[in-house]
């Protein structure tokens, strides 16, 4: 009984030490075949970088304001009679757009001016009388001062007729009136806008860091949502930084004959900087930004490359960005002319990662192919050479 159990229990641990041996290996096996087993390459497509003229810019955003534009209002109040406009009419300076009821006005305009007729006649036979000696020279200054009271007081109703009269204060385009015929109006109420729209300013902001490559002067390029561009000027910096936002304020201005813009508008401002040559410039898309700092990735020979088996790699590089402009970006120091750069694919690269080049740049960077052995010339031996392939064939 006894010998049966310890037969028992030896065929138990053999057993268990069978299956625990062979989970060991097998766990081994694994780790030893995706140890050796070669990391595959990762298809990437590249650029050679190349250095060139570069042209670089800084680029903000503008609103558009014309030149001269203002909301016409009433200075004086009352019922409208005449509108001397329409919508987007174009006027000229001086031209009367409004008329408010002044009845009352023109009344008093014609006792004011019958006041002031009776006031002068009596001033001069006041003066007439006392050149004679008849009349006390009291009575002629009191005279004169009827007369000047009354031409005062006529001064004052031409005045309120003209405050009843809006007239254009310069040529523009005006807008759509905001008010009707027999309306009564107040103090301040407004009328339309009116819009100088042949010259127009742009109004950006720069941060202060740039503020030292800009000047009174230099050109800008204005592009609209729609597509629209143009070119103006700069013709002012604001000479205050603001300390909230650390930004300076410019104004350009352009000329819009062609009435691509309009007063109010949403432009990207593009400021041209004098041209530099010899300048490595890459497709925005090559440049990863991390915690650490701009990077790209190169395609350089791997360690293990040999000339029967080139092979590539990726290499981590750090770089300095400078001024971008339409989809190339500047890079300053990291890379050099004729390095291979990765423009797509380098979200999945790693630093010292197998790569392999897709479509055309593969067949450019790969090396030329083995040039074929010459071949004899006789044909007895090239016959005799062919024979010896076949007999080797057929062994």
Do not use: C
């Not at 955003?61 to 009433?74: E, P, Q």
């Not at 409004?98 to 014609?110: G, S």
């Not at 200054?141 to 003209?162: G, P, V």
């Not at 790969?366 to 016959?383: F, G, I, K, Q, V």
């Amino acid at each position: 009984m006894i010998k049966r159990l310890v037969i028992a229990v030896l065929l138990l641990a053999i057993a268990v030490g069978g299956v625990v041996g062979f989970n060991k290996f097998r766990d081994q096996a694994i780790t030893d075949f995706f140890a050796n087993r070669p990391t595959p390459a990762l298809p990437v497509d590249t650029v050679v970088a190349e250095a060139g003229p570069w042209t670089p810019t800084l680029e903000a955003i503008g609103t558009v304001y014309s030149h001269r534009g203002i909301d016409l209002a009433f200075e004086t109040g009352g019922v409208v009679r005449e509108i001397g406009f329409e919508a987007n009419d174009r006027v000229e300076k001086g031209q009367m757009l409004v008329r408010i009821d002044d009845e009352i006005q023109q009344a008093d305009l014609a006792a004011a001016q019958a006041s002031l007729h009776l006031a002068q006649q009596t001033l001069e036979r006041a003066e007439s009388l006392g050149n004679r000696g008849i009349t006390a020279t009291a009575s002629i200054e009191e005279a004169e001062a009827a007369a000047n009271s009354a031409l005062a007081q006529m001064h004052r109703i031409e005045a309120i007729l003209d405050q009843k009269v809006l007239e254009a204060p310069f040529a523009g385009e005006i807008g759509i009136p905001e008010i009707e015929v027999g309306q009564f109006v107040t103090v301040g109420s407004t009328v339309a806008t009116l819009q100088d729209t042949d010259m127009l300013r742009v109004d950006f902001s720069l941060p202060e860091q740039e503020l030292a490559q800009i000047d009174i002067g230099q050109s800008v390029t204005l592009s609209g949502e729609s597509g629209t561009t143009s070119s103006g000027t700069i013709t002012a910096i604001e000479p205050r930084i603001d300390p909230a936002t650390r930004l300076v304020k410019v104004r350009a201005e352009l000329e819009n004959e062609d009435k691509a813009f309009r007063p109010g508008q949403f432009v990207r401002v593009r400021v041209t900087l004098p041209a530099m040559e010899n300048v490595v410039a890459l497709p925005q898309t090559a440049v990863v930004t991390s915690l650490y700092g701009d990077y790209v990735y190169s395609v350089v020979p791997a360690e293990n490359s040999t000339e029967e088996e080139p092979q590539l790699m990726a290499k981590q590089i750090f770089v300095q960005t400078g001024s971008r402009q339409d989809n190339l970006v500047e890079i300053v120091e990291g890379v050099s002319a004729d390095d291979r750069i990765v423009v797509a694919g380098q979200n999945r690269l790693s630093n010292g990662l197998p790569v392999k080049l897709t479509g055309a740049e593969a067949s450019e960077a790969s090396p030329d192919p083995a040039p074929e052995p010459e071949r004899d010339e006789d044909p007895d031996t090239n016959a005799f050479i062919g024979a010896g392939h076949a007999a080797e064939a057929t062994e």
